[in-house]
């Protein structure tokens, strides 16, 4: 009797230990998926990270690249932000113009906004000058989605949430010669407005509402402020 126990409990070991083998290769297997999806996300948040500190360095370079035209004689009104021009008046002649990166995901492409030889154009409200004639130089894109919105403002090192302009920014239609800054058309406020202002040369800020009612999101960054 005492070896027929000893057999049948020995004959139990064998699918036990199966068992327990089985249940913590499943354990490891899920262990390793896991780390590997936070790894890959890590690394695609990192890559998303570095291509928005890309896009907001451009118009950075842009800036200093207008700089020295400007102290070279050309007029800030005769700037030219053609893509293909050449010459002296060519702003992408001196710089390269560039798309956003890959992997920013924007498939946007930049705009510029000059200042007309009176001073008509469009504002950013509390940089350069606000009164009449100060209309800014500025480069934007819009289309944008709220958290391509967030990520822009965390590159840019201001709060992630975008503010809101009450009145919607029309770049399809500048000021008039004697117009000013302020909450109007022609003029990026809503920093300015906040409370306290805190008005900077570079933001993306929810500009409007599309035919649905959702939110319109735009990044402007100021190359020559007036």
């Not at 992997?103 to 000058?129: L, Q, Y």
């Not at 009450?166 to 302020?182: I, Y």
């Not at 933001?203 to 402020?225: F, R, T």
């Amino acid at each position: 009797m005492a070896t027929a126990e000893t057999q049948s409990g020995g004959g139990n070991f064998f699918p036990a230990f199966l068992i327990v083998l089985a249940t913590s290769l499943f354990a490891l297997l899920a262990y390793i998926v896991i780390n590997t999806a936070i790894i890959q996300n890590t690394g695609a948040a990192g890559e998303r990270k570095d291509a928005f500190k890309a896009l907001v360095k451009f118009p950075d370079d842009v800036r200093r690249a207008v700089n020295v035209m400007l102290k070279s004689g050309v007029p800030v009104e005769k700037l030219n932000f053609a893509q293909t021009a050449t010459g002296t008046n060519a702003v992408f002649d001196k710089v390269s113009y560039e798309t956003p990166p890959a992997a920013s995901g924007i498939a946007a492409t930049w705009n510029f906004r000059g200042r007309g030889a009176d001073g008509s154009g469009w504002f950013v409200s509390g940089i350069g000058t606000d009164a009449a004639g100060g209309a800014d130089v500025f480069g934007y894109l819009s289309g944008l989605s709220q958290p391509d919105c967030e990520d822009i403002n965390e590159a840019l090192g201001l709060p992630e949430t975008p503010a809101i302009e009450k009145t919607t920014v029309n770049l399809g239609k500048k000021s008039k010669s004697k117009a000013v800054a302020g909450d109007n058309g022609w003029s990026f406020n809503a920093r300015a407005a906040l409370t306290p202002p805190d008005p900077k040369p570079a933001a993306c800020v929810q500009n409007g509402k599309n035919a649905k009612g959702e939110p319109l999101y735009i990044y402007y960054h100021v190359i020559v402020a007036k």
